[in-house]
């Protein structure tokens, strides 16, 4: 859970004009949000950790997030969120992109979380490379987070300047 999400969101943006941006948005933490959903109705549990500046995350009780962010779950809910896209837009670099988006999110959390990822359900190796945990990974990857931030708004507002003449001067479209 981060800003770096939302930069994932932004960047996509222009690959995909026509899905609303607060939908990118939601998508690059959809897996988030379905953790918050099976956490409510109890059937994952979030762990317990302590942060310290110069250790960072140290677990004490660790999380169990299969349905929300295992691997092969977070495979699913990308196909899945990808297939609605699809019904919705009917364009297959749409969908790819919207489903790319949702999986994005499992990389991103791979690389900073301690290893409670799980690849399939519980009992199934954890995964995580952990930056959360090395030295002062935790403002490393604070960092990294708002630089993935302003890079993906940087990208977003960048593609969409051109676009943005109010008059439509030049109304031909290019052939070919
Ligand atoms: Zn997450």
Do not use: N
């Amino acid at each position: 859970m981060g800003p770096g999400h939302f930069g994932i969101a932004f960047a996509a943006k222009p690959a995909a004009p026509k899905v609303p941006l607060w939908v990118l948005l939601v998508a690059s933490e959809a897996l988030d949000l379905l953790c918050f959903g099976f956490v409510t109705i109890g059937i994952e549990k979030v762990g317990a950790s302590q942060t310290d500046l110069s250790w960072g995350v140290t677990v004490l009780v660790p999380a169990s997030i299969p349905w929300s962010h295992g691997l092969f779950m977070s495979a699913i809910w990308s196909a899945v969120a990808g297939g609605i896209a699809y019904l919705v837009f009917r364009e297959r670099r749409t969908s790819a992109v919207v489903g790319l988006v949702v999986f994005s999110h499992w990389i991103l959390d791979f690389i900073v979380h301690l290893p409670d990822l799980p690849l399939l359900f519980d009992g199934s190796p954890k995964v995580g490379l952990g930056l959360w945990a090395i030295g002062a990974g935790v403002v490393i990857s604070g960092i990294l987070e708002i630089a993935l931030l302003a890079g993906g708004v940087v990208l977003y507002v960048k593609k969409r300047t051109p676009r943005k003449g109010k008059g439509k001067g030049s109304d031909h479209p290019h052939q070919g």
